[in-house]
C-alpha cells in the first residue's frame, strides 16, 4: 500500500493507493500549530489509522509547500511554522519506523500528472503550476528530478529577461518584491494573483482573475489586449525553460489553468521564443486537482 500525504499549514491529509494509484482510503486532521512533537504525532496517528485499516504498513511519501533539502533532510516550510527548519526526515523515520521521502507539493503535482495513464508513455513531464503562486516540478522516466539539494524545480524564482521587461514597458513595467526577499521573480508575475497585479497596474482597475476572464470572454477590448499581453509574457518565460529542458510535455495547474483560451494560444506563442528546430510540447490541463498532491506522494515509492 502506497500513503501519501499532503500536509499544509491548516491540514494534513492521508490517501491511501494501490500499484496503479487508484485511492482506497483518506482520512485528514487540522495541523498542530504549537509543538513540533505534535506534528509529528499527528502524522504517526494518520499512519497507524491506516496501517491498522489495511493490516499493513504502507510506505509513505510526503508533499510540502515548501523545500526539503534530499541532503540534510530539514524542511524550509514557511507556512508550517512547527516544522520549520526541522529535520523532518529524520524524525519521521524514527517516529513511523519506515523510510520516509518528501517533496515540494509542486513536484508531487508534476509526478502525479506524469503517473497519469494517457502520459505514462512520456520520458519527461514538466509541471507548471499557475496559482497563488507560480512553480513547476520536472519528472524523468517516472521520478522527480530533484536537483543536487532539492531546488530543482524552483521555477518562479527565475526573474523577469530582458524581452520580458521591453515587453511591459521599461518606463512603466511594475517591479514586484517577491516573498523570498528578490525582486522581478517569475512567482510574482506568471500566477494567478500576478494574472490581477499586473491588471491593476496596466490597466488600472482592480479586478479579480475570474473578473478578467470573464470580460475577456465578453469580448472586452481592455481584457483581450491584457490577456494577449500575458500570454506574450508566459511565452517569453516558459520559453526559456523549455530551452533548458526540452520537455516532453507539459501539464498546468492551480486556478489559471483552467481558463481554456491558454491551451490555444500559449502553443501558438511559443515558437517565437523558441530555437528554429525546437518543438513545443503538448501543453494539457491537470486531470487530478486537488487530489494531485496526496497522489504523487504516494507516488514517490512508485518505479517504471
Known amino acids: 500500500m502506497y500513503y501519501g500525504l499532503d500536509i499544509g499549514g491548516t491540514k494534513i491529509e492521508l490517501a491511501a493507493f494501490d500499484e496503479n494509484l487508484t485511492r482506497l482510503y483518506s482520512k485528514r486532521v487540522a495541523t498542530p500549530q504549537t509543538h513540533y512533537d505534535h506534528w509529528l504525532d499527528a502524522i504517526k496517528d494518520l499512519v497507524d489509522k491506516a496501517d491498522a485499516h489495511f493490516a499493513e504498513k504502507g510506505t509513505v511519501g510526503i508533499g510540502l509547500p515548501g523545500f526539503v533539502n534530499q541532503q540534510t533532510g530539514i524542511a524550509e516550510v514557511a507556512n508550517i511554522r512547527v516544522a520549520d527548519n526541522k529535520p523532518i526526515i529524520r524524525d519521521l523515520t524514527a517516529h513511523l519506523g519506515r523510510e520516509v521521502r518528501a517533496e515540494n507539493d509542486a513536484n508531487c503535482f508534476a509526478l502525479s500528472e506524469a503517473w ?128 533548458a529542458l526540452d520537455p516532453h510535455m507539459i501539464v498546468l495547474g492551480g486556478g489559471l489553468s483552467n481558463f481554456d483560451y491558454l491551451y490555444q494560444a500559449l502553443p501558438q506563442a511559443l515558437p517565437a521564443h523558441l530555437m528554429r528546430s525546437a518543438k513545443v510540447p503538448p501543453i494539457k490541463k491537470a486531470k487530478h486537482g486537488d487530489s494531485g498532491g496526496v497522489r504523487g506522494a504516494a507516488a514517490l515509492f512508485l518505479s517504471r
Not at 522516466?141 to 518562479?156: F, N, T
Not at 526573474?159 to 512603466?172: F, M, P, S, T, V
Not at 512567482?187 to 494573483?193: E, F, M, V
Request: include cysteine; charged fraction near 20%; charge should be negative.
Open 116 to 243: 497519469d495513464e494517457e502520459n505514462r508513455d512520456y520520458p519527461s513531464v514538466l509541471g507548471l503550476i499557475l496559482g497563488t503562486g507560480f512553480g513547476g516540478g520536472l519528472v524523468i522516466d517516472g521520478k522527480v528530478y530533484s536537483g543536487q539539494i532539492g531546488m530543482a524545480g524552483e521555477l518562479g524564482h527565475m526573474h523577469l529577461n530582458y524581452h520580458a521587461l521591453q515587453l511591459l514597458g521599461w518606463d512603466k513595467a511594475p517591479i514586484y518584491d517577491c516573498g523570498c526577499g528578490k525582486r522581478a521573480c517569475l512567482d510574482t508575475y506568471l500566477s494567478g494573483r500576478g494574472f490581477e497585479m499586473l491588471y491593476r497596474d496596466l490597466q488600472g482597475e482592480a479586478l479579480s482573475a475570474k473578473e478578467i476572464i470573464e470580460r475577456f470572454y465578453a469580448g472586452d477590448a481592455k481584457a483581450k489586449a491584457f490577456t494577449d499581453l500575458f500570454v506574450e509574457l508566459w511565452a517569453i518565460s516558459v520559453g526559456n525553460i523549455i530551452t
